[in-house]
């Protein structure tokens, strides 16, 4: 008989999390190997929970596994990183585009209140948590998401998400160095000006601005991609 709670995660599904929550951090250094029982021992779970998660990571895209090497982080590049912002940018176009079709009074809500959290929020490292994702980050994620929550596809969102992802690999590894050199407050703001305007040319146009600002940050410090 299961002891396990309805809706209580998995050893898999948690530690899943947590390694996924390393790789988009930069804990875990791009091309590093993931050796089973070293893992086992840094997530204190069995191996067959941890294969479960490894698995799942590499359906994702954030896990490779090679043939006689095992499972890998993926490396970084400017070419990816440079498919992937283009790659993002029309996904994301479209979402927005979609979303603001159907805005709704609750949808535009949810919005400004996404923005004004993120306005509220200390950007750099929290006090105590060298190296962890801020409060910052966790708000900017939830700002870029409710953006493109109204387009009405789940399928839309999951690709959006996954690309967010592989995005965020790249950002962290940025942010250890140095913090983005340009007003990315002002950038969100202006974002978020143009969609209540209902200026949807205007919307997408400052938005693919701003992955393609972040693209240039990082494409500039090449320490960041021969990590």
């Known amino acids: 008989m ?18 996924r929550a390393d790789l988009l951090d930069g804990h875990l250094a791009p091309g590093a190997r993931l050796p089973i029982r070293a893992l086992m021992e840094r997530y204190g779970v069995g191996q067959t929970p941890l294969r479960e998660a490894l698995n799942r990571l590499t359906a994702d895209g ?10 890998v982080v993926p490396g970084v590049s400017a070419a990816e990183l440079l498919e ?15 979303s603001m ?7 535009e809500e ?26 910052w980050e ?30 965020q690999r ?12 340009r007003d990315v407050a002002g950038e969100h703001a202006a974002i978020l000006e143009a969609v209540l305007s209902r200026n949807t040319e205007m919307a997408v146009a ?13 494409l500039a410090d090449a320490e960041i991609l021969a990590t």
């Open 138 to 167: 966790r708000r900017h994620r939830a700002f870029h998401g409710a953006l493109l929550v109204g387009c009405g596809s789940r399928w839309l969102l999951g690709f959006c998400e996954q690309l967010t992802d592989q995005h």
């Open 62 to 71: 954030l896990v490779e596994c090679r043939d006689q090497r095992g499972f």
């Open 206 to 218: 400052r938005l693919v601005r701003h992955y393609e600002a972040t693209m240039g940050v990082i």
């Open 2 to 19: 299961s002891t396990t709670r309805p809706g209580a995660p998995t050893n898999a599904t948690s530690v899943h999390d947590r390694i």
């Open 101 to 107: 079709a159907s805005a709704t009074p609750e949808w």
């Open 84 to 98: 992937l912002t283009r790659t993002r940018c029309w996904l994301e176009e479209r979402a927005l585009r979609e």
């Open 110 to 135: 949810a919005l400004v209140l996404a923005h004004h959290r993120l306005a509220r929020a200390r950007r750099g490292p929290d006090p105590g948590e060298a190296g962890a994702p801020t409060e």
């Open 170 to 181: 790249y950002r962290r590894l940025a942010a250890r160095r140095a913090l983005d050199r």
